[in-house]
């Protein structure tokens, strides 16, 4: 073992070597520093008078399987500069901790292809030890992102915990970053957003979000010359949910045993788009069968279908014309969640058509949702919140795959 070995395969820099010593499988290398190389840690004056020293052990890079330590006794000095005793800085280790920076350095690569608990077992430390790694160094690079270049976004909430435990996502459509991760859902969830968007001199141009009215009125107060375009996925989501109550309807009133038969096990095959039916499971013709024997669940059916066009029109004439003609239809078929429907439509009309005028949507918001649920389920859940919420925040550099 020499100086500069130290410096080279541990980042120990600007100690000499003392000696090797060998404990129950630890290799610990002692360290000291020259007396002429002691500096005041708090204002770096070199002037100092020497008060003793302080022994300390720090976790090092392991060699093979083998876990290394780093003793060194650390010199206490009194400055004559500026009256403060202390001990001095420790380069190679960051204060109030255990190991050094090249450990953790270590430990943070191999996090990146390892989960926390190989990591820990791997290293033979605790795994509190590896998530407080990760956490920091999370914290470091994604607890404040920058929002100067926002321009279009996406806002959605996601269900964390069972007991209606919401947080509050807005992501950045042009990079695909999720910018901020607020508690609870509704306008207050984006109290904190808005505090941080103000002075940050952004200017948001538009905003794709679903027809939720407190999202709808916070970003219409807080920015009021965004456009609000309501997303393909959720109108399409809200209309599947009506569709399903209305098949659940159907199905009490039937008085027949076929109807029920015919009605039952169907919910799946009518939130399917057509082309996506299985013709080897059969599913186009008992579809087509649950269609034939119920009238108005066959209205509500192609009505859902035909609003799926609204999205394809060449431009925004065509597509008030055929928004407009759909309500007509929709409020004219005398069925109930049909005529709620077009209600509720005509209400975000202009939400509707600022479609084409800013081609957005929340998709990629709906693709990162659904990569955090991944992570959530491949760790069981996070007992630590704010630990998430980095982990979100992070989410658009990461690939997440179920195994199994």
């Known amino acids: 073992m020499s100086t500069s070995l130290l410096y080279h395969a541990f ?14 499988g630890k290799v610990i290398f002692t360290v000291h520093q020259e007396r002429g190389t002691c500096h005041c840690s708090s204002c770096g004056s070199s002037q100092v008078i020497s008060r003793g020293q302080v022994n300390r052990c720090f976790l090092s890079l392991p060699i093979g399987g083998r876990g290394t330590y780093v003793s060194f006794a650390i010199p206490r000095v009194e400055c004559r500069a500026c009256g403060l005793e202390r001990q001095v800085n420790v380069p190679f280790a960051d204060p109030r901790r255990s190991y050094t920076k090249a450990f953790e350095r270590y430990a ?7 989960t926390i608990s190989d990591v820990a077992h791997h290293l033979n430390v605790g795994w509190d030890m590896i998530k407080d790694f990760q956490k920091r160094d999370l914290s470091r690079r994604y607890a404040k992102p920058k929002l100067k270049h926002l321009r279009y976004i996406a806002i959605d909430e996601i269900a964390v915990a069972k007991g209606h435990h919401y947080l509050t996502i807005v992501m950045d459509l042009v990079s695909g970053a999720v910018v901020f991760v607020g ?8 109290k904190p957003f808005w505090k941080r968007l103000r002075p940050s ?10 027809m939720a009215a407190g999202y709808w009125g916070a970003v219409m107060t807080h920015l009021p010359k965004a456009k609000i375009v309501f997303d393909h996925f959720h109108v399409i989501k809200l209309f599947n949910d009506k569709l399903s109550d209305l098949r659940r309807a159907l199905y009490r009133e039937a008085t027949e045993v076929m109807q029920k038969q015919v009605l039952k096990g169907t919910r799946w095959l009518l939130l399917k788009n057509p082309e996506n039916l299985d013709e080897k499971k059969d599913e186009k013709r008992r579809l087509k069968e649950a269609l034939a024997l119920n009238e108005p669940l066959a209205t509500a059916y192609y009505l859902k279908d035909d609003l799926r066009q609204f999205w394809d029109q060449p431009g925004k004439s065509f597509a008030t014309t055929f928004l407009d003609g759909w309500i007509r239809r929709a409020e004219a078929s005398g069925i109930k969640i049909l005529q709620q429907m077009a209600k509720t439509l005509a209400a975000h009309r202009t939400g509707l058509l600022a479609y084409y005028d800013v081609m957005i949507s929340s998709g990629p918001m ?9 992570m959530k389920r491949q760790v069981y859940g996070f007992r630590d919140v704010e630990f998430f919420k980095l982990k ?13």
């Open 201 to 210: 001199g952004a200017r948001v141009e538009a905003v794709a979000m679903d």
């Open 366 to 374: 709906e693709g990162t949702n659904n990569k955090i649920k991944t």
């Open 392 to 404: 979100i925040l992070a989410i658009h550099e990461t690939r997440y795959e179920l195994v199994g």
């Open 11 to 24: 980042g120990i820099r600007g100690y000499v070597y003392s000696r090797t010593d060998y404990d129950n």
């Open 108 to 114: 943070l690569e191999l996090s990146r292809r390892m």
């Open 183 to 190: 508690d609870g859902k509704g306008a207050d969830a984006l």
